[in-house]
DNA sequence: TACGGTCTTGAAACCGGTTACATAGGGGCG
DNA sequence: CGCCCCTATGTAACCGGTTTCAAGACCGTA
């Protein structure tokens, strides 16, 4: 691996010029500038990251943090892959890395401490933050620390920290406008868990719909699942009981709407005939399941990419952009 | 950020001393080794990951490349996720990290080129390549120059490179087998592209089992589709012109076990009465969709460990570890 | 008492860059 | 002609570690 010397020597120069030639190429005369550049192609040389993250305390890597709920060993962002692939390349457009950086849940708090010592040790100039469920202390301490956060689906603000999300609140609207649409009047809702921002904020479009419309929402219309299936075949099973029974669900999350879906199923009833479902986020099952789910679709790549351009600004500049809230767009399909 | 000369002289020790705290401690006495951990806790010193990669050529980040098939710019690997968790789990517990190192297919050849010199840069110590599809030149190129390799469910050999897989053909066999116990005797399959090697072998397992039972594979009851939902539907609906049609389909792979199930549901079939599926991988659909679909499942979580297990171990000794191949196990749900 | 060996420690070079500061040369202007 | 400013470059300190080599302390032994 050749070095900077290597290189200035070849080149008849100093180090200080090579430098120069690829931080500041404006500072050097066109002659030296071209013959270090075609030098440096010659020789194959490249800067090494690891000395110039040492000078510069800049290491172009961002770091990615997920996973950390561990009361949930199992948990699954819906749309991790997507996110990631929508994040990866616009951040390395811009030159930046994302270097994996879970807390290693099974490690328990030894693991937490190790992630928050990787973040330091390795210079990370800021963090993305994908989890929508509970907020890790470690990274808490990383906000205090100054560290530039960008979350995902998780309202986490502060001199150095803003985030991303779906329209949550509009999202709900839409959910409920299409189901007015339809003619259903007895409609009832699957909410995910009432102390997430996420599942509020739905909850709260939805609901304005249905009072703009003039009808109310019956407490015993609204249950509260966990985002995962199971829950939401729990819930609407209790949405079953009721007298009269729902002509429409709306499930906030696709995993409960396929769970609602299931024990609709079980009951012997069809989806969209006896009981109409929205979901939400439009996970790749939705488009699968037979009838095909009507869900809300959140915008995966362009959270993604929100995300990187906030990372991106931050870094940049010493301006912490405002959190963003993407456009939800309704995707019919069979079930409503 | 509390430097390692800060702590040597605030323990009243030389540099070298400290150094040797956190790497040999073996070989300081115990005294002040006990003297130089205290007071680094006090004052919360951490060793500098950049300076010791500088000194030490050695980064404790391995490289994550994937997604590097440009042809289908919508690739996603089946399971990536639980695959990340596992591997990103096991290599933290060794002290490594994870830096995503997807050559960006958007930005063509100079994607690719910032790819390699990302790899170079950061000094990453190994690759994980996780793909089933191309073999990408820039990645090849990689490993031409010594640095280990482990693969995912690709076949991707060498001197410092090896591969971790599933028992594909045994795979194959389960699937063949269960339908054969299953009564089953018109079978017909849809298999991955013939010059995938996972394709190939799942295959070939299958037509033995067949074999062995003295029952030979028509050539016409053989079609090939691209892994993906479509070209299931698509292959189904040529299977459904045989005649007499088969009663059996060994899909292997889910997506396109899916895409069958769909063609069936449009002619008006019923699985498995009519026609019995088992398919290949366990994705999370495959649990989902009614009425289950009954799979060869591959050990997600396993793969991802034996990932990390060969790249420690060629990290750590200078051999090269044989490729592995993990065993499958037939989930049977409700469409065979 | 002198000597060799073992155990600890320190001094200093080195890894490969960046950058503050100094300097040399050239042009414009009074 | 002398002065000043501007441009292009070099010198050397520095970032925060690791590691080689040498040396001092202490021990047992001849």
Known sequence: MSSIR?????????????????????????????????MAAE???LPNESARTLATKKSNMVGLVWDTDH???????PFLQDILVALKSALSA?????????????AGPAGRQRFLRAVQRHNVDGVVIIDNGSRDPAVLALADAGVPCVALDLRFTGPTCTYVTSDN??????????????????????????????????LAGFRAVLADAGRSLDDADVVAGDWYLDSGHTAMRRLLARDPRPTAVFAAGDEMAVGAMRALHEAGLR??????????????????IPPGLTTVAQDKTGIGTAAAEAMVAMLQGTVTPEPTALPTTLIVRGSA
């Not at 009361?71 to 962002?77: Q, S």
Request: aromatic share 4%.
């Open 271 to 288: 989806v969209p005939e006896d009981i109409a479902i929205v979901g939400f986020d439009d996970i790749e099952v939705a488009a699968l």
């Open 169 to 202: 609140r509009g999202g709900g609207r839409l959910a409920a406008a299409h189901l007015i649409d339809r003619g259903h009047r007895r409609i009832a809702t699957i909410t995910g868990p009432p102390d997430t921002w996420p599942a509020a904020e739905r």
């Open 94 to 106: 811009q030159g930046l890395h994302l270097l994996m950086l879970a807390p290693d849940q099974s």
């Open 6 to 38: 290597e290189l200035a020597h070849r080149c008849g120069v100093s180090v200080a010029t090579v430098s120069r030639v690829f931080n500041t190429p404006e500072v050097v005369s066109q002659q030296t500038r071209q013959l270090v550049l075609d």
């Open 43 to 45: 020789i194959g040389y």
């Open 71 to 77: 009361r949930r060993p199992g948990w699954r962002h």
